[in-house]
């Protein structure tokens, strides 16, 4: 089962090499990882999405916790949070196509940020699933490049964040 970790650490250098090699060492594939400053200029949020079952979830989050930089560890799989990616992309748009993708871009709710003679950038905020789905549509197209950020996460009850374990 995918999982979604929450990790609030102190905001240092080497702090995310440490999660992420914990992680690995653990021999656990991690799916996304997106790291960025909180309201609190001295603790950075890491966003971890892990593919693992509730034993080996439970060790790595046991681990994690004995980092000493680590603050605070949530586990949003089960919790209600929103979650959600950025995504750009760039697809072959010619004169007779540029209609068709504004169209589509359109019922995506995304927006195109870059255009010329050949390519049109489009980006897209949302859950992993309608990314997907406009990737799926865009692939008529030819989608040239794609980055995504990774899952981002928080959790939606009032308190999850400041309580400290």
């Known amino acids: 089962m995918r999982h979604t970790l929450a990790v609030l650490v102190e905001n240092r250098p080497g702090v995310l090499v440490h999660v992420s090699g914990l992680i690995a060492r653990r021999a656990f594939?991690?799916?996304s990882i997106s790291a960025g400053h909180t309201e609190e200029?001295?603790?950075t949020r890491i966003t971890i999405v892990v593919d693992g079952d509730e034993?080996?979830?439970e060790q790595v989050v046991t681990q994690l916790s004995k980092?000493?930089?680590v603050i605070k560890i949530i586990?949003?799989?089960e919790e209600a949070s929103i979650e959600r990616e950025l995504a750009l992309i760039k697809v072959k748009a010619t004169p007779e196509t540029r209609s068709d993708i504004v169209d589509i871009v359109e019922i995506f709710r995304a927006k195109i940020v870059d255009i010329n003679r050949?390519?049109?950038v489009i980006e897209l905020t949302g859950e992993e699933r309608k990314i997907d789905a406009l990737c799926q549509v865009l692939q008529d197209h030819g989608i040239v490049e794609l980055v995504r950020t990774g899952k981002i996460a928080l959790s939606r009850n009032p308190g999850a964040?400041?309580?400290k374990e």
Do not use: Q
């Open 29 to 31: 594939n991690i799916e």
């Open 41 to 43: 200029p001295d603790m």
């Open 55 to 57: 034993r080996n979830i």
């Open 67 to 69: 980092l000493i930089d």
């Open 75 to 77: 586990d949003l799989t």
């Open 118 to 120: 050949e390519t049109m």
């Open 161 to 163: 964040a400041k309580n």
